[in-house]
């Protein structure tokens, strides 16, 4: 499996941004694919998943009702729309793919290299 994450860059509070991940591998319905995210000083923070063919999805308390997870199958592809972005949000964010519906980044075992979200005030 490699990753690809793209979509990354300099937004003002308030606005929007979708980053993408593109998986070489199988299609994104046959993993767990999540994005994460770490701001300078800070340990690697989970943001949102989604997980088999249903795609079902989960977030953390931080971005829930601002960002949501779409996939495409056919693409291969899965992306984070943030919507409504803070300064807090500003880090380097990073999609992965497991095998184990989990929030645990320790799990996940591909990782893309990750791409800088930077929102100002």
């Known amino acids: 499996v490699q990753l690809q994450a793209s979509g990354g860059g300099l937004v003002q509070a308030g606005g929007s941004l979708r980053l993408s991940c593109a998986n070489s591998?199988?299609?994104?319905?046959?993993?767990?694919m999540g994005w994460f995210r770490q701001a300078p000083g800070k340990e690697r923070e989970f943001v949102a998943r989604i997980s088999g063919s249903g795609g079902s999805t989960y977030y953390s308390d931080s971005v829930k009702g601002r960002f949501t997870i779409p996939s495409d199958n056919a693409k291969n592809t899965v992306y984070l729309q943030m919507n409504s972005l803070k300064p807090e949000d500003t880090a380097v964010y990073y999609c992965?793919?497991?095998?184990?519906?989990?929030?645990?980044?320790?799990?996940?075992?591909?990782w893309g290299q990750g791409t800088l979200v930077t929102v100002s005030s």
């Open positions: 591998g199988r299609t994104v319905s046959s993993y767990v």
């Open positions: 992965a793919a497991g095998v184990v519906v989990t929030n645990a980044p320790g799990l996940y075992g591909s």
